[in-house]
């Protein structure tokens, strides 16, 4: 996701579900492909904070993207996760039992 438009349709329109170190939003869209958006916000830290949090989520989500359905997804870490403390084994135990949630409500099978 690229555009402002996106990221406020998302947020204003989608789901909203917390993990431990994460919100997550996620809108259901027609097309068969989904797309992630990161909001990762100063109140995460310096510059090299911010990015070493956006490349972690970014490498957790290309390692599971045939378990993402068909949904924008915006993730913003909650301000006091550390990118320092952030790892892929963090971001896996936090983010994939949300991912299974989505799927079900993805493909039909939630409310």
Do not use: W
């Not at 550390?82 to 135990?93: P, Y």
């Amino acid at each position: 996701m690229t555009r402002r438009a996106e990221y406020a349709a998302c947020y204003s329109k989608g789901m909203r579900l917390q993990t431990k170190h994460f919100v997550v939003f996620a809108l259901p869209v027609a097309s068969g492909k989904g797309r992630l958006g990161l909001a990762v916000t100063k109140k995460s830290g310096t510059a090299v904070q911010r990015n070493r949090i956006k490349r972690v989520l970014r490498s957790f989500f290309r390692l599971h993207q045939q378990k993402l359905p068909a949904m924008d997804i915006v993730v913003t870490p909650k301000k006091f996760l550390k990118a320092d403390d952030l790892n892929m084994f963090l971001a896996e135990s936090d983010l994939l039992p949300l991912l299974a949630k989505l799927y079900e409500q993805g493909s039909g099978g939630g409310s």
